[in-house]
């Protein structure tokens, strides 16, 4: 743990621009059709319900990070395991996320040049990042809120003063009926990527009043939420299902397809400045999440002299999870949420939880 | 960087060993005795001055009193030497009955600020700012008159934060002059000074200024620590005690500002700033600094709100331009063709068609000659300095493209780059500007606007993690304050700056009373005029 | 620590070194490929065409252009489009570019024999953009098409792109369809694609030839000329003149155009100039087969009157609006007629059925050609006459007294 508090608006501004990291990005529920955008909500719905078991284990534990209280619920020895297990889980998603961000530049603009470097310069960068500590990451949030903000608007006015929205693509609303949408949203929206909210146990502590905790969270969840589902039917309306189903990046197509006035079009940059800093802080965030596990398991004093080596093993993670971008997200939608997703973002925190509810009932008795 | 810095310090360590002032002067004569015969402490001095021509020695012989003045010509006002000492002495040589020390010290002297010095230590220190010494035979002591008085500059409008309305008067060189400019603007008890002596040779004065009250108590402990840790010979700028107190020194963003106008100082000082003089400079530093107060110009606050504003973000804007347009040019050219729209595509690959360097190398001789023309502009003589523009326009502007060296795209781009870089109103921050530019310039090459973004996102971290005075720099927008925003992008009109920035001064908040927003008069008070208006 | 420091820091550094070979790609070394025709092949699949600028001749700046010819074509040929570009780089100097492309022209024996090969590649590629439009070369080749010049714009890509906008914001004869819009009717089961046809007219020889840029009125020219019909990819059909706008009507993509109606016993003597209209198209099912509503709204101003009229009298002009509705509908079922006897429904009137009822949608998708032909569409057309120009009534009225 570092000596660091942050404001419940830094958390608040973290928590949006962690959500909206990636899951903007590369589209999700696209096996939904044009319901893409029911199964995000149903995964808000349920990502709450998964937040608000975090935030009694937090509220069990309010200064230490899931890798401590998870020793003091479930016993030194199993608890180590588990906390190793949690840190394994973060470093794997930052450097999944990393290995998304890098695939998507090289499949657009960077074609020819080597993965290894694109994402040597990004993980140096936030290596850098972690190194100056906690407060500055959420400062760097704070400004670049209001930038990815500003883009935002102005990407959204642009679409619709470019004509593209077709909400006629939306219907038929539910044509399937509600079985594949439930499915989709345990299978996929579920846990990416409202359950990885699961990273801000590590983070929680760090709040300078951990009482508003649930009201900043949830909040920053349903803002991040509404805007994946907003930007979610944008993509549906402007793309047309079909195209939506094909794309790997359905937002950048739909940026693609911007153009007003014959001059403003060909806006795939701005999507690309939105996809660094939504990519960064993701990355960072998991990334910082591991370190400070690590540091805590192993009782480092300075996480700092971590950073280096801990960046070099996600550099190379990141390169060698997969050998093609087909495998990378075969392994995401069918692998990861039912042996890391599941396991880590839901069944551990319930058994944690019922266990902490026991053991705090009986020190309560006790007293 | 910290991390450069600390394999710097390891090294750095066994260097600091060495004590300066010790080698420079063995054996300090701080406490030798002032001796009884005063031709003994003419020779002593002649000695250890090294016989310099322009230490001034005038001996009188009166009733009962010999001795000698002793000044250094050039620092000493001679003027009132001989009309106030030596005349009042002549003149008065009657009523010099007794022989005592203090009676010469009462009766003779019409000039104020007299002082007794006992010791050889504080004579130097005494000669060498200026004052003149009476050494009186028979007696161990030295009377010390200040007769401070040397050529100074007259207050000039200043020459490099210029205004368009605001007060004309700029700093001198004379560090008793600029700090009566700030007590002429803040008439208040509550405005302290505190003065010191740095540099172990040059014995340069430094005063400190604060408002009491609004000042942040913390931040005046912090600047005086550091101030007394200097250890150096010599502080012949306030730049020397800025890179010695500063928080980071990995940086080329400024953490302290540094200003030549009074009325930017006392604002400052009203916000809870500590202004740091330097005896020598026309430069008065402040701390802490924050990032956006670097373009803050005066004008802002002299000019109404809402034109205040506008310039205000066209200033933030112009800083990025100065920072990423070569930058952007050369990803725009090399990586991202299909950005641009077809036509301005063509277009400029008609103009880079023969042009036989590749971007980036194009970008940088252009960057580069500007730069060159830039020093070169500063250090020439005036008059030189129109023939050298003149002819690095022509060469920049007219031969390049002519020969076919340069596309007129990069001429346009360098000198927009030029003049948005112009636009910033603190040199310091606009020429962090400049040095960034190339490094930015060079990522861009590698990897186009990926690299842009990465440098950007570097230099944000960076500057998102320093802080100055304890003050983050990036303060208010990061962290966040929704109460401070009213001097930060936008400038909310007077009446609106309810509160001194809670960060930076503590205590006396409150900055404008109830009710300040002006208008017409209220209903009630136009009718009642009115009427009046008729009967009259 | 340091170890790792200095790693990075080398890491850094040799990137100079390195990045030589990456993506890096100087202006002076691109070819901007304007137009790609595609052509039914002799010895491969395709004969492809590349329009290439040439920046020099087409900008103006630089005062040495002007000389030569704004654009080259080059062309190469392949079993597959890559095949085909990359065997370009053969004549080429430089690297084509695609970012730039703008049009992409199939020639219409191609097109007859279906073009489906071609759009994965197309759509594949990050650099090719996916708004690139279409254009079908009617009764020449593509690569005629690309290699003519024009006149008045310097490059012949923006004559064609510039051409199809400003003739469907005034005419409404053609529709703007880019490689998007076709690939999404081409895989919707309720909608068939349409592409406009453009046509070489004139003297073909000369039309690549800078003499064609030396006379006012140019020798060969290219010209929009109809829309044509696709099923599963193939070329089926034209449809020309009045059921083109028909078509277009019910695409809702009118925003200008003419109507004549007679009046007096005289033959087209009035001329209204729509300004502005919509359309809806709506499905309903009855009796288990689905119907059709088409119902457009349109205003509109008379642009000309060539008999006496009294257009100062509403009740006049009541009768105007009635003829002029009559007038589109009638085009507007003439195409729809047309597209019904050949079973092919580029009005999207399947996905509506799709959205009214979508389990019927399920049982009959696979057939709707069929069912499309024999579905039974109501035409509602309800005109607006706003205003007049600049006069009241026609100098005709007093000509008769």
């Known amino acids: 743990m570092e000596k660091a508090k942050i404001k419940s608006t830094q958390l608040f501004v973290l928590i949006v621009l962690f959500e909206m990291g990636s899951a903007l990005v590369v589209g999700i529920g696209t096996d939904a059709k044009q319901d893409a955008w029911i199964t995000v909500l149903l995964g808000l719905a349920g990502g709450i319900c998964l937040f608000l078991i975090y935030a009694k284990l937090f509220l069990y534990y309010p200064d230490v990070p899931l890798t401590s209280y998870i020793q003091k619920i479930t016993g030194k020895f199993i608890g180590r395991i588990l906390g190793f297990l949690y840190v394994i889980y973060f470093m794997y998603l930052s450097a999944r996320v990393l290995r998304d961000f890098g695939e998507l530049l090289t499949t657009t603009i960077y074609s020819s040049t080597p993965l290894l470097i694109i994402n040597a310069l990004m993980v140096l960068t936030i290596v850098y990042a972690v190194y100056k500590g906690f407060e500055v990451i959420a400062r760097v949030g704070e400004l670049y809120f209001a930038l990815v903000y500003c883009i935002a608007l102005l990407g959204f006015m642009l679409i619709m003063f470019s004509g593209l929205v077709h909400m006629e693509n939306l219907r038929p609303i539910l044509e399937n009926g509600w079985m594949p949408i439930l499915k989709i949203t345990l299978g996929q929206t579920l846990n990416f990527p409202f359950g990885e909210m699961n990273v801000f146990t590590m983070l929680l502590p760090y709040l300078n009043e951990p009482k508003k905790v649930k009201r900043v969270c949830i909040g920053g969840m349903i803002l991040s939420g509404l805007n994946i589902t907003i930007a979610t039917v944008i993509n549906i309306a402007s793309l047309g299902v079909p195209l939506f189903e094909r794309s ?90 039912i042996f890391l997703h599941w396991p880590f973002q839901i069944i551990v925190p319930v058994g944690l939880l019922i266990i902490a509810f026991f053991r705090n009932r009986k020190k309560q008795l006790i007293n | 960087m910290s991390i450069l810095s600390k394999l710097f310090k390891k090294k750095n360590k066994s260097k600091q060993n060495d004590n300066y002032r010790q080698q420079q002067d063995p054996d300090a004569p701080k406490n030798l005795p002032i001796l009884r015969d005063y031709h003994e402490n003419i020779s002593r001095l002649k000695e250890e001055l090294g016989n310099s021509t322009d230490v001034a020695f005038r ?46 010290v009462d009766k003779v002297t019409s000039l104020g600020n007299l002082r007794i010095i006992n010791n050889w230590g504080q004579v130097y220190e005494s000669l060498l700012s200026g004052n003149t010494l009476f050494f009186v035979e028979g007696h161990t ?103 010695l107190i500063e928080d980071q020194t990995w940086t080329s963003f400024p953490t302290i500002f540094h200003t030549e106008r009074p009325d930017v ?47 205000r973000l066209l200033r933030i804007l112009s800083f990025f331009i100065a920072l990423i347009a070569p930058a952007l040019y050369i990803s725009i050219t090399t990586f991202h063709q299909e950005m641009v729209p077809t036509t301005m595509a063509i277009a400029i690959a008609a103009q880079r068609e023969n042009v036989p360097f590749p971007a980036f190398v194009e970008a940088l001789i252009m960057e580069v000659t500007f730069e060159i023309l830039r020093e070169a502009g500063l250090r020439l003589p005036r008059a030189v300095g129109q023939a050298v523009s003149i002819v690095g326009a022509l060469v920049i502007g007219q031969a390049a493209v002519q020969a076919g060296f340069v596309s ?103 900055r404008t009373g109830k009710g300040q927003k002006p208008g017409p008069p209220s209903q009630s008070d136009r009718k009642q005029d009115s009427d009046q208006g008729d009967q009259s | ?86 065997n370009a780089a053969l004549k080429v100097s430089r690297r084509l570019y695609y970012a730039h492309c703008n049009l992409l022209v199939i020639g219409e024996k191609l097109a007859k024999e279906g073009i489906l090969d071609i759009f994965d590649a197309l759509e594949r590629d990050p650099g090719f953009r996916t708004t690139t439009e279409i254009v079908i070369a009617r009764d020449s080749t593509a690569e005629e098409l690309v290699t003519t010049l024009t006149i008045l714009d310097k490059l012949p890509v923006s004559k064609v792109t510039k051409e199809l906008q400003t003739s469907e914001d005034m005419l ?46 140019t020798k060969a020219f290219l010209s929009a000329n109809g829309i044509g019909l696709f099923r599963k990819g193939k070329l089926i059909g034209w449809i020309n003149g009045y059921k083109a706008r028909g078509a277009v009507w019910v695409l809702n993509k009118v925003s200008g155009t003419d109507v004549n109606i007679d009046w007096n016993g005289k033959k087209n003597a009035i001329n209204v100039t729509p300004l502005r209209s919509r359309t809806k198209v709506s499905a309903k099912i009855k009796n288990g087969k689905p119907m059709i509503n088409v119902v457009i709204k349109e205003e509109s101003i008379i642009s000309e009157i060539n008999t006496n009229a009294d257009i100062s009298n509403p009740n006049e002009i009541a009768k105007i609006e009635k003829k002029v509705g009559k007038v589109i509908k009638s085009q507007v079922i003439e195409v729809i007629k047309e597209a019904q006897n050949k079973k092919c429904d580029i009005f999207g009137f399947g996905e509506k059925v799709h959205l009214a009822n979508p389990k019927l949608w399920k049982r009959i998708q696979n057939n709707w050609d069929e069912q499309f032909s024999e579905t039974k569409v109501f035409v509602t057309v309800k005109p607006y006459q706003r205003r007049s120009g600049v006069r009241r009534n026609p100098f005709w009225n007093e000509l008769k007294q």
């Open chain 3, 1 to 86: 620590m340091k170890m790792f420091l200095a790693l990075f820091l080398l890491l850094f550094s040799i990137l100079p070194v390195l990045s030589g070979c990456w993506n890096q790609k100087e202006l002076t070394d691109l070819a901007f490929v304007m137009a790609l025709g595609v052509d039914k092949g002799k010895n491969h699949r395709f004969d492809v065409a590349f329009q290439i600028v040439n920046p020099g001749n087409v900008s103006a700046g630089q005062g040495q252009g002007g000389g030569g010819l704004p654009i080259a074509v080059y062309k190469s040929s392949g079993d597959t489009l890559t095949e085909a570009a990359r």
């Open chain 2, 141 to 243: 002591k030295a009377i010390n008159v200040e007769t401070k008085g040397w050529d100074k500059r007259a207050i000039s409008e200043p020459t490099t934060q210029l205004s368009i309305r605001g007060p004309k008067d700029s700093f001198i060189e004379s560090i008793r002059t600029n700090t009566a400019l700030i007590r002429r603007r803040i008439k208040s008890p509550n405005l302290w000074l505190e003065t010191m002596k740095i540099g172990t040779v040059t014995q340069t004065d430094v005063a400190i200024m604060y408002v009491k009250g609004i000042v942040n108590d913390k931040v005046v402990t912090e600047v005086k620590e550091r101030l007394n840790q200097i250890n150096i010979d010599s502080v012949l700028e306030s730049g020397y005690i800025e890179q």
């Open chain 2, 59 to 104: 001996e009188f012989n009166l009733k009962q009193y010999k001795g000698v003045a002793v000044y250094i010509d050039g620092l000493a006002n001679s003027n009132m030497i001989s009309d106030f000492f030596m005349d009042a002495l002549l003149k008065n040589q009657e009523e010099l009955q007794s022989d005592s020390f203090q009676n010469l």
């Open chain 1, 248 to 337: 790997p990046f359905p937002l950048l197509s739909t940026v693609s397809k911007i153009s007003l006035a014959n001059f403003i079009e060909r806006l795939d940059v701005f999507f690309m400045l939105y996809l660094m800093v939504g990519g960064f802080f993701k990355i960072t965030l998991f990334f910082y999440a591991a370190v400070i596990g690590t540091s805590d398991l192993f009782g480092l004093k300075d996480y700092k002299k971590i950073c280096f080596p801990m960046g070099l093993i996600i550099l190379f993670a990141s390169l060698s999870i997969a050998s093609n971008y087909a495998e990378h997200i075969k392994e995401g939608i069918i692998i990861v949420p």
């Open chain 2, 408 to 510: 007129p795209v990069m001429v346009i781009v360098v000198s927009i780059t030029a003049i948005a870089n112009f636009s910033t109103p603190s040199f310091a921050m606009a020429i962090s500007a400049r040095l960034l530019r190339f490094i930015i310039m060079a990522l861009a090459t590698f990897l186009g606007f990926y690299g842009i973004m990465l440098g950007v996102m570097f230099m944000t971290i960076h500057l998102c993690s320093l802080r100055s005075f304890g003050i983050p720099y990036m303060s208010p927008i990061a962290p966040f304050n929704i109460n401070q925003q009213q001097d930060v992008l936008i400038r909310f009109p007077i009446w609106a700056f309810k509160n001194r920035p809670p960060l930076i001064s503590k205590g006396n908040i409150k």
């Open chain 2, 265 to 311: 100082v006392s604002s400052q000082l009203l916000e809870g700033r500590v202004a740091i003089f330097v005896d020598g400079t026309p430069f008065v530093i402040t701390a802490p600094a924050v990032f956006i107060q670097f373009f803050q110009a005066p004008d802002d606050y002299y000019s109404r709100f809402d034109i205040s504003t506008g310039i």
């Open chain 3, 172 to 217: 409404g004869e053609t529709l703007k369809v880019n490689i998007d819009d076709f690939i999404t009717s081409l895989v919707s089961k309720g909608k068939q694609p349409l592409i406009t046809g453009y046509s070489v007219i004139g003297d073909k020889k000369i039309a690549d030839n800078s003499q064609n840029l030396q006379i006012t009125t």
